[in-house]
Structures are given as C-alpha cells and as structure tokens.
C-alpha cells in the first residue's frame, strides 16, 4: 500500500505511526510550554510538574498506542502548497516553483530558493514512482482534509491519476473528520493531518474507503476547471474547494488588527489569526497579505525584524488615514 499525503508534518507523523507504541516506552526530548496570564517567568517547581506530566502523558499514549505497520519507504508527501498561486502546469513546475519562492520568502536566510528547488524536485521524483508502482498493481492510498491544500491535494493528484490511465489500480482515501469526540466529553479539532498525534492514526484507519474511476475522473475534471479560471487563491467554503481572490482571508487579518493598540507586534496578529480561526493557511500567506497592506499604506514598520527571524517578527504602527 502506497500511502500519499499533502505536507511534510503529515508524513512525518504517519512514518512515527507506523512504529508508534512498538516495544519499551524509551522516552525522549520533548517541548513544554508554560505561560501566565500576567506575563511572569515560571518558577523551576512549576516547570518540573510540567515536565513529569508531559513525561506520563507520553508515555502513556506509547503504551496505549497500536502501531499501524508497514515501511517508510512506501509513504509520499507532496509539499507543493497547491491553494496558492498559479496551478495551470500539468506537472510541478517553473510556475508552482515561483509560488513557492514567494511563500518561503518571509523566512530568514533566503531559503526560499532552495526550499522550492527540493520540494518541486521531490514531487516529480515521487509523482515518477508512483506511477511506476501504481502500473504494477500497488494500492494507493490518499490521505486528505477540509484544510485548503490537503483539499487541492487530493483533486490534483486525482488528476495526475487520470492522465496515467491506470485503469486496474485499487485508490482509497482518508478524510480527517472535522470534529473529534474524546474522554471526559472533550470535543477536538483538528484541520489537518499535520496535527494528528502517532497514536491516533490507527483509529482512523476505519474511514478509509475504496473509490471508483468515475470518482478519479470527477476529481480530475474539477481540478481542470480550477485551472482554468486561474484564481491566486482557492479555499474551502462548506466544505467545497472553490477559487477566491487573494483579499479572501484579508477580514480575518483586519478584524485582529483593530482590537489591538496603534503599534502592534505582527508576528501576534498572525498567531491570532491562525488560532482564532483555524483557517488552513499558514503563517507565510497571512505575512504576505499583511506586507501587501504596508505596501497600500496601511501600516508603517516601526521596528524592523533581526535578519534570523521571519520578517513579519516586527512592529507595525496602524496609518490612521488609511486604516
């Protein structure tokens, strides 16, 4: 079985699972995060709890944990960010490489060169074998959500499907459900698999299901539309992929933006936005839109970023005359 999934934190995960809770719980390094409401450093008693807690919690999640079984070597990640930009080559290429460009931008060290050049790379090197795979009689298996580019994911990859016209190859998906019942009444959402826990995939394995051709094809004629109306931007609404302009999320931004003072920490303002409403984008989209505003003169740097951070680790002041 051929597993497939839209982003790297997903096939990380997936590549924990298949192993997770094998053996002797080992332990290892973790991270843990503690804060007061009124800003005050954590005594060292304080964060000892926390560290056994986190510590049983772990290790308890491995001993409760089925492991999922199978190969790293079988699981592919296509990391191509599909709900922005240009999506009109058939295969990833000089155009999605310049989408990339402009999103990985944002981060420090001009990564963004490289970062596009390896994972268009990757993508054409794992599209190669699984097609190899996929004509020899190998399952597939794709893994997707509500989150904008797993969506655009499954319809892209539907696509390139179809034009291999593998007619005898057994495709079932996955859908992260958009609710998750848990102990004690505790209600979880998750809006991609990039935040499912190793433990929890097995559970999901119950949701997979076989589709037909006509399924594939449906998938692949909508993704062509898709290409042809050539949005810079798709996002999901009701649950359907659709194009949108690039001011779509722009409301979200500016309603954070008017409940904080006239100076502001962007870097804030995009944490809010990505919590609040649990959009699916990611933090180098709402970077971009908010340098679009500085550019339209509705904000203005007061203290610019250290190069080794993210760009938008700055302050901004609001342009009363334009805001």
């Known amino acids: 079985m051929i597993d497939i999934l839209f982003s790297d934190s997903a096939c990380g995960g997936l590549k924990i699972a298949q192993h997770y809770g094998k053996g002797k719980y080992q332990g290892g390094c973790m991270g843990i995060f503690i804060s007061h409401d009124n800003g005050s450093e954590p005594t060292k008693e304080e964060v000892e709890t926390a560290r056994r807690e986190a510590e049983e919690k772990a290790r308890l999640a491995w001993e409760s944990a089925t492991p999922m079984g199978g190969k790293t070597s079988d699981i592919y990640g296509f990391n191509l960010m599909l709900s922005v930009g240009d999506i009109s080559e058939n295969q990833p290429g000089t155009k999605r490489k310049l989408t990339l460009e402009n999103l990985y931008s944002v981060y420090p060290n001009d990564v963004e060169h490289q970062a596009a050049e390896e994972i268009l790379k990757r993508a054409n090197e794992n599209l190669k074998i699984i097609r ?97 109306e050539s949005a810079p931007l798709r996002a999901v609404v009701n649950g359907q992929l659709v194009s949108t302009s690039e001011e779509f999320y722009d409301d979200f931004i500016l309603r ?23 959009l699916g984008i990611g933090d180098s989209w709402v970077a971009l839109r908010i340098e679009e505003m500085i550019n339209d003169g509705k904000f203005e740097v007061v203290n610019a970023c250290d190069k080794d951070m993210p760009s938008y680790h700055r302050v901004l002041e609001k342009c009363t005359q334009r805001f």
């Open 256 to 278: 954070e933006i008017a409940a904080v003072g006239n100076e502001f920490h962007e870097a804030m303002i995009i944490g809010r936005v990505l919590g609040n409403y649990q």
């Open 132 to 228: 190899e795979r996929a004509t020899a009689g190998e399952a597939l298996r794709i893994w997707y959500s509500n989150q904008p580019d797993e969506m655009c994911g499954l319809y892209w990859f539907m696509s390139q499907l179809n034009q291999w016209n593998v007619d005898d190859v057994q495709v079932s998906i996955v859908k992260l459900p958009e609710w998750e019942a848990y102990e004690k009444g505790i209600i979880v959402r998750k809006n991609s698999w990039a935040e499912v826990a190793p433990e929890e995939w097995q559970h999901f394995l119950a949701l997979q299901k076989t589709v037909l051709p006509l399924f594939i094809q449906g998938c692949a004629s909508y993704w062509q539309e898709l290409q042809a």
